[in-house]
């Protein structure tokens, strides 16, 4: 079965970087697109960045647009999102998803603050 497993986050101070990484199995991962979405306290999950099969297109919501940095590795099944500049609204539990496949990761919590 279709599985993501989502790493890398942690409690930064407002201005510092964050890699997350989420490996996939159970599908084969080059043939399709993966995208990042986050869930603030008290708000609704929303669409961060998405990247295609090939990692040739790419799209980010405007908040993080210039700032963050969607990436992956067909080799290694695993899709990146690099995060710099953190400002404390970028606060949130942080989901990989496969939309083919409506599978979600269980999440890795990102936490900006001083």
């Known amino acids: 079965q279709v599985q993501l497993v989502e790493s890398g986050g942690g409690l930064v101070q407002p201005g510092g970087s964050l890699i997350l990484s989420c490996t996939a199995s159970g599908f084969t991962f080059s043939s399709y697109a993966m995208s990042w979405y986050r869930q603030a306290p008290g708000k609704e999950r929303e669409s961060v960045a998405g990247?295609?099969?090939?990692?040739?297109?790419?799209n980010y919501a405007d908040s993080v647009k210039g700032r963050f940095t969607i990436s992956r590795d067909n080799g290694k099944n695993t899709v990146y999102l690099q995060m710099n500049s953190l400002k404390p609204e970028d606060t949130a539990v942080y989901y990989c998803y496969a939309p083919r496949f409506f599978s979600w990761g269980q999440g890795t919590q990102v936490t900006v603050s001083s």
């Open positions: 990247i295609t099969k090939t990692g040739g297109v790419t």
